[in-house]
């Protein structure tokens, strides 16, 4: 398997009494991404989760973790890759700095790096201030933000997240979401388990959607939209102030425009690839004013429900 990535699997199953609760999955997962992996209650998402960490063993196939057989080699394995459960569980007569000071000592970490690393984490989780406060008066939100520190204690090169929003308030996601999309520039590969798919489509650079433990479809968000709900093309809606005649037989001869359809200022524009620069220059040589020109963006609600629906379906 390759170095290239965080995670790989081929055909890895999961039986529970002969019955497949993770069935010949293969997927991918690069370094210093971001990967959402989605599906609901029952489509094998913990199940995969704890092969991953090495906590259930494959019943078939393989994975592979940094190159590292979680199976085999499960305590170098979490020894790289943290784990942020969707209940995050802190002595709650401990402090911050006293509940990661723990942590370090299980982890083996030097007093003198534990020190260091504890500042180090609270500062990038934003709660430098409330280090000496006892986790039993923390919010939801600072729980969850003190979970996110927990696991980069040992920076690891992989954390797993398991619902992390839940239960938090609007400000709380989305301090929780920034503070995610920073990880990967500290070197950090991110798995996101969630059912929220807004925030996924948020934070994630791909995801895959598990439906009756397969992987249905893996991919970029924008490369499954134009996949589940365009046939594959591109869909350009195109403004422009007082057209010129003949404009749209143009457009039309342009390489890879397949369908164009015109509304007076307005052109929708079916393409085989973005055509935006070319459509673009030649609406400018007509001696026309181009107003706006955008791609039509899918929203993973869209793509999630076009594949499970199918799914559910055969």
Same mark, same amino acid.
């Given at each position: 398997?390759?170095?290239?990535?965080?995670?790989?699997?081929?055909?890895?199953?999961?039986?529970?009494?002969?019955?497949?609760?993770?069935?010949?999955? !293969?997927?991918?997962?690069?370094?210093?991404?971001?990967?959402?992996?989605?599906?609901?209650?029952?489509?094998?998402?913990?199940?995969?989760?704890?092969?991953?960490?090495?906590?259930?063993?494959?019943?078939?196939?393989?994975?592979?973790?940094? !190159?590292?057989?979680?199976?085999?080699?499960?305590? $170098?394995? $979490?020894?790289?890759?943290?784990?942020?459960?969707?209940?995050?569980?802190?002595?709650?007569?401990?402090?911050?700095?006293?509940?990661?000071?723990?942590?370090?000592?299980?982890?083996?970490?030097?007093?003198?790096?534990?020190?260091?690393?504890?500042?180090?984490?609270?500062?990038?989780?934003?709660?430098?201030?409330?280090?000496?406060?006892?986790?039993?008066?923390?919010?939801?939100?600072?729980?969850?933000?003190?979970?996110?520190?927990?696991?980069?204690?040992?920076?690891?090169?992989?954390?797993?997240?398991?619902?992390?929003?839940?239960?938090?308030?609007?400000?709380?996601?989305?301090?929780?979401?920034?503070?995610?999309? !920073?990880?990967?520039?500290?070197?950090?590969?991110?798995?996101?388990?969630?059912?929220?798919?807004?925030?996924?489509?948020?934070?994630?650079?791909?995801?895959?959607?598990?439906?009756?433990?397969?992987?249905?479809?893996?991919?970029?968000?924008?490369?499954?939209? =134009?996949?589940?709900?365009?046939?594959?093309?591109?869909?350009?809606?195109?403004?422009?102030?007082?057209?010129?005649?003949?404009?749209?037989?143009?457009?039309?001869?342009?390489?890879?425009?397949?369908?164009?359809?015109?509304?007076? =200022?307005?052109?929708?524009?079916?393409?085989?690839?973005?055509?935006?620069?070319?459509?673009?220059?030649?609406?400018?040589?007509?001696?026309?004013?181009?107003?706006?020109?955008?791609?039509?963006?899918?929203?993973?609600?869209?793509?999630?429900? $076009?594949?499970?629906?199918?799914?559910?379906?055969?």
């Amino acid at each position: 398997m390759s170095e290239q990535f965080a995670i790989e699997t081929r055909d890895l199953t999961k039986k529970y009494d002969q019955v497949a609760v993770v069935d010949k999955l !293969n997927f991918q997962v690069r370094e210093n991404e971001i990967f959402g992996l989605l599906g609901p209650n029952g489509a094998g998402k913990t199940t995969t989760i704890l092969m991953l960490l090495g906590l259930t063993e494959p019943s078939s196939g393989t994975v592979r973790v940094f !190159n590292l057989d979680p199976a085999r080699d499960s305590l $170098k394995v $979490k020894r790289i890759v943290g784990y942020l459960p969707e209940e995050v569980g802190f002595y709650d007569n401990l402090t911050a700095r006293e509940n990661l000071r723990f942590i370090a000592e299980l982890n083996r970490i030097s007093p003198a790096e534990t020190e260091r690393r504890i500042d180090e984490a609270l500062e990038k989780v934003g709660l430098s201030g409330e280090r000496d406060l006892v986790s039993g008066k923390f919010s939801r939100g600072m729980r969850q933000r003190l979970g996110i520190a927990d696991v980069l204690i040992k920076q690891p090169k992989m954390v797993i997240l398991d619902e992390p929003t839940s239960g938090l308030d609007p400000k709380g996601i989305n301090d929780l979401l920034e503070l995610i999309a !920073n990880l990967p520039a500290m070197g950090t590969t991110v798995m996101l388990s969630s059912h929220q798919l807004y925030q996924v489509q948020k934070v994630c650079h791909r995801v895959g959607i598990l439906s009756k433990g397969k992987m249905v479809v893996e991919g970029g968000i924008e490369e499954l939209g =134009r996949q589940a709900l365009a046939g594959g093309r591109y869909l350009i809606d195109v403004e422009i102030a007082e057209p010129k005649a003949g404009l749209e037989e143009i457009i039309k001869g342009i390489a890879g425009v397949e369908k164009i359809e015109a509304d007076g =200022r307005m052109f929708k524009i079916s393409t085989g690839s973005d055509l935006r620069s070319q459509i673009a220059r030649l609406v400018i040589d007509s001696g026309a004013s181009l107003v706006q020109m955008k791609v039509q963006e899918f929203t993973l609600d869209d793509i999630y429900m $076009k594949y499970f629906q199918e799914k559910q379906e055969e």
